[in-house]
C-alpha cells in the first residue's frame, strides 16, 4: 500500500492500492470515530461500486445512509447541495458523523462543500474513482458548486480526512473520462517535472498508474503544504484551466473539464511561444504530447465569446488576473495581465 501524508490545515493520508475498496470500513473507521456515514455517488457509480463499500463500512460496525446524485457537471449545483443537506439534516446527522464521496471531482466537490458547510462543518472522506479525482481533485481540500454564471462560483477549503484510491475502479471508466484524467497527468508533468513528461510520453498511464497517481499526489501535497488557500504557489495547478474553464463554459459543458483542461494548456503554450515566454520546442512538446495522449489542442469558439468567458473567471483579481504560463517543459510561472490584453493572448494562443 502506497500512502501519502498531507499537511494541511488538517492533516490526513492519501492511500493508494488496487482493492481498497473491500477495505473502506478498516480505514475510515481508523480515520475518523463516526457513528453513521453518508455514502454520496453518481447514479453510474453507485451500481459498479456503492454495493462494495456499503458491506466494508457496515461490517466495520458504521450506520450507512446512501444518496443518489444524477451525473455530470450540469448537477454540480446548488439544488444538488440543498437536496443532500436536506437529507442530511432529516436523517439527524451530526458533526460526529461523515460523509464519504465515491465518484469523480463532480461528486467529490459537491460532498465535500456540503461536508464544509453541513452544521459548520463535519468530517469527509474522498473514494475518488475517476483518473482526474485520484490525481488532482481528491486532495488539497478545494470543495464547490457551480453557478449559472460559472464553475466553482460557490466553495469552500475543506480538507478531508482521508483519500482511498482504489486503481481497479479505472477499469470501468469510460475511455473519453480516462483521457481527461490525462490531461491533469500531464499537466503536473508541464508545471514541475520534466522527467515524468517524458515518462508519460514512453509509457502509457494505464501501465503505471500506481506510480501516476503517486507522482500527482505527491506534487499537490507539496504544493497545498506551502499554499493551502491558493494565494501564490498552489495557482500553478491552474496551468491550462483559465481558458479551458472558458472552453468548457462557452460549450455548456458538452467539453469535458478534462478536454478543456487540455485545450487551454494548448493555447498559452501557443501563446507563451508566440510571446517569446518559451521556445517553439516547448510548445511543440506540450501541444505534442497531449495529441499522442488523444486530447483535443484547438477550439472552435470564436475569440470575443472565449473572452467574455474568461472574464467571468475567479480567478481573476480587479481589471487583471492571473496566467499560468510554461517557461519549459518542468517549469511554469505566474503572471498577471491586464483583462483587457486577454483577447491578445487568446489570439496568440491560436483562437481566431
Ligand atoms: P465526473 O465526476 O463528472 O466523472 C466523470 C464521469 O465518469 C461521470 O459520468 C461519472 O459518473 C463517471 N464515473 C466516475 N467514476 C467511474 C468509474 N470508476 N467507472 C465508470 N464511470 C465512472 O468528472 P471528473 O473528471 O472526475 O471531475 C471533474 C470535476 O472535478 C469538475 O467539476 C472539476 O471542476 C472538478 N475538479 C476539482 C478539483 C479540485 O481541486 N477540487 C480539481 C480538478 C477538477
Ligand atoms: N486543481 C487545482 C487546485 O487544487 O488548486
Given at each position: 500500500?502506497?500512502?501519502?501524508?498531507?499537511?494541511?490545515?488538517?492533516?490526513?493520508?492519501?492511500?493508494?492500492?488496487?482493492?481498497?475498496?473491500?477495505?473502506?470500513?478498516?480505514?475510515?473507521?481508523?480515520?475518523?470515530?463516526?457513528?453513521?456515514?453518508?455514502?454520496?455517488?453518481?447514479?453510474?457509480?453507485?451500481?459498479?461500486?456503492?454495493?462494495?463499500?456499503?458491506?466494508?463500512?457496515?461490517?466495520?460496525?458504521?450506520?450507512?445512509?446512501?444518496?443518489?446524485?444524477?451525473?455530470?457537471?450540469?448537477?454540480?449545483?446548488?439544488?444538488?447541495?440543498?437536496?443532500?443537506?436536506?437529507?442530511?439534516?432529516?436523517?439527524?446527522?451530526?458533526?460526529?458523523?461523515?460523509?464519504?464521496?465515491?465518484?469523480?471531482?463532480?461528486?467529490?466537490?459537491?460532498?465535500?462543500?456540503a461536508a464544509a458547510t453541513y452544521q459548520r462543518g463535519i468530517d469527509f472522506i474522498q473514494i475518488p474513482t475517476t483518473l482526474l479525482a485520484m490525481v488532482d481533485s481528491s486532495v488539497g481540500g478545494k470543495t464547490a458548486v457551480d453557478l449559472p454564471t460559472g464553475k466553482n462560483q460557490v466553495g469552500a477549503f475543506w480538507q478531508p480526512a482521508l483519500v482511498l484510491c482504489d486503481p481497479d475502479t479505472l477499469r470501468t471508466l469510460p475511455e473519453e473520462e480516462y483521457r481527461c484524467g490525462s490531461a491533469e497527468v500531464l499537466k503536473y508533468g508541464v508545471l514541475g517535472n520534466a522527467v515524468f513528461f517524458e515518462e508519460l510520453l514512453r509509457t502509457p498511464i494505464r501501465e503505471q498508474e500506481e506510480h501516476v497517481i503517486e507522482t500527482c499526489v505527491t506534487m499537490k501535497r507539496d504544493i497545498v503544504r506551502q499554499d493551502e488557500f491558493d494565494r501564490g504557489l498552489r495557482q500553478l495547478l491552474n496551468l491550462g484551466h483559465s481558458f479551458g474553464h472558458a472552453v468548457e463554459a462557452c460549450s455548456g459543458f458538452r467539453v469535458?473539464?478534462?478536454?478543456?483542461?487540455?485545450?487551454?494548456?494548448?493555447?498559452?503554450?501557443?501563446?507563451?511561444?508566440?510571446?517569446?515566454?518559451?521556445t517553439p520546442e516547448t510548445r511543440d512538446a506540450i501541444v505534442e504530447g497531449l495529441r499522442r495522449t488523444g486530447l483535443p489542442t484547438e477550439t472552435e469558439y470564436p475569440l470575443a465569446e472565449l473572452a467574455a468567458a474568461v472574464s467571468m473567471d475567479k480567478k481573476l483579481s480587479g481589471s487583471t488576473m492571473h496566467l499560468i504560463v510554461p517557461v519549459e517543459v518542468g517549469r511554469c510561472e505566474t503572471i498577471t495581465v491586464p483583462l483587457a490584453a486577454i483577447p491578445g493572448w487568446l489570439r496568440a494562443g491560436g483562437v481566431r
Open positions: 500500500m502506497i500512502r501519502i501524508p498531507v499537511e494541511a490545515s488538517r492533516n490526513y493520508e492519501v492511500l493508494i492500492e488496487r482493492g481498497l475498496l473491500d477495505r473502506a470500513g478498516t480505514e475510515v473507521r481508523a480515520a475518523t470515530r463516526a457513528g453513521s456515514a453518508v455514502l454520496v455517488a453518481g447514479e453510474n457509480v453507485w451500481p459498479l461500486y456503492g454495493a462494495r463499500v456499503r458491506r466494508s463500512l457496515e461490517e466495520a460496525g458504521l450506520r450507512v445512509l446512501s444518496f443518489v446524485i444524477a451525473p455530470g457537471e450540469s448537477n454540480k449545483t446548488l439544488e444538488t447541495y440543498g437536496s443532500l443537506l436536506r437529507f442530511l439534516s432529516e436523517n439527524r446527522l451530526t458533526r460526529s458523523d461523515v460523509l464519504i464521496a465515491l465518484g469523480g471531482g463532480v461528486t467529490g466537490d459537491l460532498t465535500g462543500f469535458l473539464h478534462g478536454q478543456a483542461v487540455a485545450i487551454g494548456m494548448a493555447l498559452i503554450a501557443r501563446a507563451a511561444a508566440a510571446k517569446g515566454i518559451c
